[in-house]
């Protein structure tokens, strides 16, 4: 008898069981479901109320950051510098013009509300007679001043009053040639009395 062929592992045959696919472990299938189709939506337009207090709105915060951004003080002047011991000694009285400024701005930060609405105007009045000139700012300056002054039962104000008030000022130098300009303008009229008294000023011309 003919001995049966030995076969080695590596020719034998290989059977390939193909094993079915696992279900999934929940057992069941994620169904994909179907978005509902776009609805048409119909959006009532803005009132032009609305749309003119949303510009605003925009407009007011936009003004707001700016604000926030800049701070008050990057819009003054520089402060003055300390004056020496020497300078007040000798001066004494005297008030420097940075001085007189930042009392100025104090002053405003202090003052009731109708003289901090005054103020607005009255910086805008002398930025404009800066512009025209050392004549014309002296001369708007006493001007003010005599509107700013009740006069007498007569309607006069005296020089005497208005030197006090202005008394920075130089009387021959300064004054007294600014008041025979506004003379000559129409707008004061100035009156001395027969014994000789201090020369009064009427105001024609109010501001």
Known sequence: MSAAPNMDDDDAATTIMARSALPPASGTRVSVAHSEPPRDTVVDPLSPWSRARAALGAAFRRFAQRFRRSRLSDRLPPLPSARSMRATQ??????AHDE????????IVRAARPYQDAA?????YAIALRKLGDDAHVEGLVHFALSRMRPDADGFVSVARLRDRLSDLSYAGTLAPALTRLEAAGIITLTVTDDGAAPRVRLRVPL
Do not use: H, T
Not at 100 to 107: A, F, P, T
Not at 120 to 124: D, F, I, L
């Open 100 to 107: 007189r400024g930042e009392q100025v701005l104090l002053d």
């Open 120 to 124: 607005v105007y009255v910086a805008n």
């Open 90 to 95: 000798i001066s004494m009285g005297v008030v």
